[in-house]
């Protein structure tokens, strides 16, 4: 028998839902927006409510590419801020500012709304913050909205992962143990293969998602090489710190106009946020 309704497997997949389109309401989150700045203030309430302590990490950043000044803040809700061994779990929650894979030409300069490349994964962390202050876990987890990933024109590098980046570089200690980045999980089609870097460098972390995934039965999480992702977990690969990317990467709208509410499903979101749940759980420190 499986344990997935209420108690201590809970997930609530159509609040976080709820949460997805909450945030779309926003329209686009792309930064120096006004979308932006109304989001990062719900993200900061929503987080306050299921979290001991919140952290904004305000900063700015200057793109490579356009010379444009950024905005930026990573958005952290601490729990259990005390202890020594601890969990990052993360979802970038900025939006791109162009369409630029739209099969239309004139929706390229169009800034997406993200309702599955961005609000997906921030939408489970929420929940998964209101379930962890229903029934607490007893080491700590710090769930980290991380803002600039998707700011980078596809040539330019330095332009993505800005908050990720700047994350790990002011990582205090005890550092984590380990950490679980969720980017494009709610597609109705959800499909989560192996990233082959996660698999590479945090393999034993993976592998405990995907056995996870097995004992709470997500039919989303294939056992086979996905593509590889240049994404939030990289900086903290870097630094040797075990960090993997739950990314379904086969997404139709993926930067296009379309990347709307629609395409995504609460079904999606409880396959990936019983799995992160199911993770925390059975973690013996
Ligand atoms: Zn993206």
Known sequence: MLLTAGGAFGFDQDRAFMLLEAQCAFGPRNPNSEGHEMCLRFLERELGYWTEAVELEPFTYVSKNTGEELHLTNIIGHINPGARDRVIL?????????????????????????????????AILLEVARQLYMNP???????????????????????????????????????????????LVGDRDLRIPMEPTSQTYAGAVLEKCFAAAERVNSKSFVRETGKPAYDDHIPFLEMQIPFVDLIDFDYTYWHTVEDVSKHCSAYSLGEVGRVVMEVLRSEKF
């Open 90 to 122: 993360g979802a970038h929650w900025d939006t791109r500012p162009m369409a630029d894979q739209d099969p239309n030409p004139d929706n390229r300069n169009t800034p997406i709304m993200g309702a599955n490349d961005g609000a997906s994964g921030v």
């Open 137 to 183: 876990v007893d080491f700590g987890v710090d769930i980290v909205l991380f803002d600039g990933e998707d700011y980078g024109e596809e040539s330019v590098l330095d332009d993505y992962l800005i908050g990720s980046r700047y994350h790990a570089r002011h990582l205090k200690s005890p550092l984590p143990r380990y950490g679980i980045l969720l980017d």
